[in-house]
């Protein structure tokens, strides 16, 4: 199982000189502005606030690097379908998404974090494809499951894989940050590819 500590934030990067290239493999998460990408960062590393929750959705489009355990990127895409941003940030966000999966050889398992309440979006099925088209593995984890009615949860399983057209070979598994529901499935995922 994948060493989780000591886990340090290292480097916020918002042009593709920024980077980080060095030989340790990248575990990157995706998501949408506020679907809980920071909590679920903070709850697989067991860490309060080593990622920021709450932080303003779609001011930042950076690209957050944590070192775990020496040995493994957690890198944090900025959130993306935030309602209030300009048409520059928005551009902004595509370009360095495009910059970072032109890099995807240093890729070794993808994390898309979608909302268990709900079918994905059409920016979900977007970002679904980059993880997709790059060829990494990945597991998708829906969040806030929490908040989810027992009698909703087989029917919302079965819309997000439908939605984004997940191979069966692709885990898909409910999560909650806030309650760690999810977190050893999720963690034994990734670790199978670190
Ligand atoms: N109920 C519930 N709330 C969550 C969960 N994960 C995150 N949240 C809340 O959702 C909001 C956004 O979380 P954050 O991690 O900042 O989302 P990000 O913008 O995707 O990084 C915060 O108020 C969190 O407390 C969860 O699993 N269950
Ligand atoms: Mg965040």
């Known amino acids: 199982m994948l060493r989780l500590e000591p886990a340090v934030f290292v480097k916020s990067a918002g042009r593709k000189r920024d980077f980080i290239r060095d ?8 998501g949408k502005s506020n679907v809980g990408k ?5 709850c697989l590393l067991g860490r309060k606030n080593l990622a920021r929750v709450g932080a303003s959705p779609g001011k930042t489009t950076n690209i957050n690097y944590f070192l775990v355990g020496d040995r493994v990127w957690f890198v944090d895409l900025p959130g993306y379908g935030y309602a209030r941003v300009s048409q520059a940030e928005r551009e902004r966000w595509g370009a360095l998404m495009e910059d970072f999966f032109a890099e995807s050889e240093r890729i070794r398992f993808g994390v898309q974090i979608v909302d268990g309440r709900h079918a994905p979006t059409a920016l979900d099925r977007d970002m679904h494809a980059l993880f997709a088209g790059c060829g990494c593995p990945f597991a998708v984890a829906a969040n806030k499951w929490d908040k989810l009615k027992k009698s909703e949860m087989e029917p919302n399983l079965a819309l997000i894989r439908e939605t984004l057209d997940l191979g069966e070979d692709v885990p898909l598994l409910p999560f909650s940050a806030e309650k760690r529901t999810g977190r ?3 963690l034994a995922a990734i670790s199978a590819w670190v």
Not at 23 to 30: H, Q, S
């Open 23 to 30: 030989d340790r493999p990248l575990v990157v998460f995706a």
């Open 38 to 42: 920071s909590s679920v960062v903070n």
């Open 184 to 186: 050893q499935e999720l």
